[in-house]
């Protein structure tokens, strides 16, 4: 008998995106429009989800494909990792696997009962308390209440929200959202567990948590699919991993050999003199504000992508687009070759700097850097708001890289590449540049 759990078949999905329509252009063509408008909306909202099978060329203008033809299988007991940039998909796959959205073509097989963790809150009813909707969510997966009640204290515990577990789940925080959500996930032991980023959203401490609680379901038999950006994760909890890009597949293969190619892939994108990278425009998806260009000094205001140990790393960062909101702050994320973050700076939440939405450029001077020779990657990001209202505007992933040499900060003679990674605190701070 086939231990095949989860068996995907040529999947595909595509969304119908909306196209700006030509204003009117006589007062008779207005009062046609008006008329018209009830049932030209019905025939939009049909087409958002309903596709022919022949279109013309404009039609597929309109048209993103978030999955095609993608395929594969998960056996029972493995823990899959899925991986890729930004928009590449993955959200999706987990999302046809919830059976939240169906898909355009193609078909998927499940074997067991599925739980998922996919956005904040997924499943959570918010007039209905912690409590309350712990028993709902059990009922959902097919729980009994006697089931749930075993286990409810464990959950609690887990979670860590004993004080407010009586509170309406509206009133929580999108920490407290997670907290709970996971612990509802992990705990009603589903055979099938999907996990995405939103892991992200919760405190270091509970995400090493949650990745052990993940480690633990893995041991035990149970089906894993982990969504993330955590390479250093990825490796660690997944036997096997799926690069996804574009919506399809691009590689299936041991964790570590998808991680190394895909991390590979990311680092070619820059050449060694690339000290200066402007935006590729099919990179920025749904972001009215966003980053243009980067470009990478060193504190002499020399441009360069090579860095000594100890020495200062400046960036001068473009934006473009229309904010919606007068100010804005930006944050830096340093990840080393692992994909592993590594160092983080904020102007906002660190530094409390908000910028006026007329800046449009923006330096950031990070060290000393204090870091092994090695190859590091940064990406960038803009919100708007503090802390959990904060909206994010762009995520730039992996828009620069540089490189530390000549690292010799232990005695004569050590051999740095032997040393064990660790996180480093570096010293960041940010200003506008007229």
Not at 6 to 26: D, F, M, P
Not at 66 to 71: C, D, F, I, P, W
């Amino acid at each position: 008998m086939s231990d095949t759990i989860i068996r995907v078949n040529n999947l595909s999905k595509r969304y119908r995106i909306g196209a700006k329509e030509q204003g009117y252009k006589t007062f008779r063509e207005a009062i046609i429009n008006g008329i018209s408008a009830p049932v030209r909306n019905l025939v939009k909202l049909r087409k958002l989800t309903k596709f022919k099978h022949e279109q013309s060329q404009n039609d597929e203008k309109d048209v993103i494909w978030a999955l095609k033809n993608v395929s594969f299988e998960v056996n029972e007991g493995e823990v899959l990792g899925i991986i890729g940039r930004n928009g590449a998909g993955k959200t999706t796959i987990l999302k046809v696997l919830s059976r939240i959205t169906e898909p355009t073509g193609g078909f998927v097989e499940i074997h067991g009962r599925l739980s998922s963790l996919l956005e904040v809150g997924t499943g959570f009813h918010p007039e209905l308390t912690g409590r309350e909707n712990i028993f709902l969510n059990g009922a959902i997966l097919g729980m009994r209440k006697r089931e749930i009640e075993q286990k409810f204290d464990e959950i609690v515990s887990f979670s860590g929200i004993e004080k407010f577990i009586d509170t309406p789940v509206k009133r929580y925080s999108s920490g407290m959202y997670v907290r709970l959500a996971f612990a509802v996930a992990a705990h009603l032991e589903p055979e099938i567990l999907l996990v995405d980023e939103v892991l992200a959203v919760g405190d270091i401490a509970f995400q090493k948590k949650c990745l052990g609680k993940m480690g633990d379901i893995a041991q035990g038999g149970r089906t894993v699919l982990f969504v993330s950006h955590n390479m250093g994760a990825i490796r660690s909890l997944c036997q096997s991993a799926i690069w996804i890009d574009n919506g399809q597949i691009v590689k299936r293969e041991n964790a570590n050999e998808v991680v190394r190619d895909y991390q590979e892939s990311q680092l070619k994108r820059f050449d060694e003199s690339s000290y200066v990278v402007e935006r590729n425009s099919e990179d920025v998806k749904n972001s009215s504000f966003y980053f243009s260009r980067v470009e990478m000094l060193n504190g002499k205001g020399e441009h360069t992508t090579t860095f000594r140990y100890g020495e200062k790393l400046i960036l001068m960062v473009n934006l473009a687009g229309e904010s919606k909101i007068d100010g804005y702050g930006v944050s830096c994320h340093i990840f080393n070759e692992l994909g592993q973050l590594i160092a983080i700076g904020s102007s906002g939440a660190y530094h409390g700097i908000y910028f006026n939405k007329d800046v449009r450029r923006v330096r950031i001077e990070i060290g000393p850097l204090i870091l092994t020779s090695g190859r590091y990657t940064i990406s960038l990001l803009c919100w708007y708001g503090e802390g959990i209202t904060a909206v994010q505007a762009d995520d730039w992933e992996h828009a620069c890289s540089f490189t530390v040499s000549e690292c010799q900060p232990f005695r004569p003679g050590y051999d740095i590449s032997t040393a064990k990674g660790g996180v480093c605190i570096l010293q960041q701070s940010f200003c506008a540049v007229e």
